[in-house]
Nanobody
Framework: QEQLVQSGGGLVQAGDSLRLSCVYS???????????MGWFRQAPEKERELVAT????????YYADSVKGRFTTSRDNAQNTVYLQMNSLTPEDTAVYYC????????????????WGQGTQVTVSS
């Protein structure tokens, strides 16, 4: 069974940086490089929203306007890992962050993703 395990996150001050990691493990025989990855977040009392996506080889990325220029997603297929580097954090970035995976092409739709990480809390104080 495919699994995504997240790490990183925590409590930081405004202006600080954090890096989230998401490690894939699977038993279907399909390699990590078959997967497009997405990052979503859910703030208290708000719906989950797309933060970023990255294509199977890292050659194509997408960012929500709210994080563009501050967040960067990357991946290391040899390590089955995708990253979300978050810089210049603000209190508005406070949320539970999730990585998600789907086969082949990236998508902006939450419902298109097959596998989800457990979520990690990011809290930014002012």
């Amino acid at each position: 069974q495919e699994q995504l395990v997240q790490s990183g996150g925590g409590l930081v001050q405004a202006g600080d940086s954090l890096r989230l990691s998401c490690v894939y493990s699977g038993h279907s025989g399909r390699p990590f490089s078959n997967l497009a990855m997405g990052w979503f977040r859910q703030a208290p009392e708000k719906e989950r929203e797309l933060v970023a996506t990255i294509s199977w080889n890292g050659g194509k990325t997408y960012y929500a306007d709210s994080v563009k220029g501050r967040f960067t997603t990357s991946r290391d297929n040899a390590q089955n890992t995708v990253y979300l580097q978050m810089n210049s954090l603000t209190p508005e970035d406070t949320a539970v962050y999730y990585c998600a995976a789907r086969y082949f092409r990236e998508s902006s739709l939450e419902s298109d993703y097959n596998y989800w990480g457990q979520g990690t809390q990011v809290t930014v104080s002012s």
